[in-house]
């Protein structure tokens, strides 16, 4: 994946837990001290590799990381310039879950190699959604969940996720959800 992304879970990793721990993950995952560039590309196995090594590290199961990283991530893209693709492509949970494959089409414009996710959301009426999560890579729905947090809460909104299928079955995940508008503070 973009280097992106593994300069997000450094990011997480060293905000939340410190620079040092930060050292320790990446030396585990056997990653050097030069750092990552954003736009290169990297092989999927470094990605894989630094989230086992933070959940060895940190004693968290690998779903719960995903999951921070996830909503972490819906921070990371906005401070790091990517923020105005969110008010782009919609204006609620609602429409912006049709639009997640114009988003990442989109991003490819910026990262020519990126290999996006494909999402298939089907509006049940009453802020209940059902979202179809199509991906090439594997185990990485935990992250799904983290990133609908990330971005319901981006819109003012709550989102409950149900995670009802499995890739193992039918080639991809199924996910449903029901958005409210979150409680004035
Ligand atoms: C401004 C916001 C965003 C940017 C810049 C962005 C960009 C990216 C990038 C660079 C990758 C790595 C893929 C690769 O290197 O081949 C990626 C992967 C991914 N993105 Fe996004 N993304 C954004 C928001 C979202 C949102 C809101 C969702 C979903 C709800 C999402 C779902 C995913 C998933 C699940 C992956 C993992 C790859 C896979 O499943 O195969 N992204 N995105």
């Known amino acids: 994946m973009y280097g992106l992304v593994n300069k997000a879970v450094e990011d997480l990793v060293s905000t939340r837990f410190g620079a040092e721990t930060w050292t320790k993950v990446r030396e585990k995952a056997g990653v050097g001290v030069g750092g990552f560039v954003s736009m290169d590309p990297y092989p999927d196995d470094v990605t894989y590799r630094l989230v086992g090594a933070a959940s060895e590290v940190l004693g968290a199961p690998v779903p719960a990381l995903l999951e921070a990283f996830g909503e972490h991530w819906i921070l990371y893209t906005a401070r790091e310039g990517y923020g105005e693709l969110f008010s782009m492509f919609g204006g609620s949970m ?60 981006t819109f003012g909104e709550v989102v409950e996720v149900e995670h009802v299928q499995g890739r193992d079955r039918g080639g991809h995940d199924l996910f449903r959800l029901k958005v409210t508008a979150a409680a004035a503070e």
């Open 94 to 153: 609602a429409e912006f879950l049709d639009n997640l494959d114009n988003m990442h089409t989109r991003v490819g414009l910026s990262f020519p190699k990126l290999k996006p996710p494909s999402f298939v959301a089907r509006d049940l009426g009453e802020g209940r959604f059902e979202l179809e999560y199509h991906s090439t890579r594997e185990a990485l729905a935990p992250m799904v969940i983290g990133l609908l947090r990330g971005l319901a809460r």
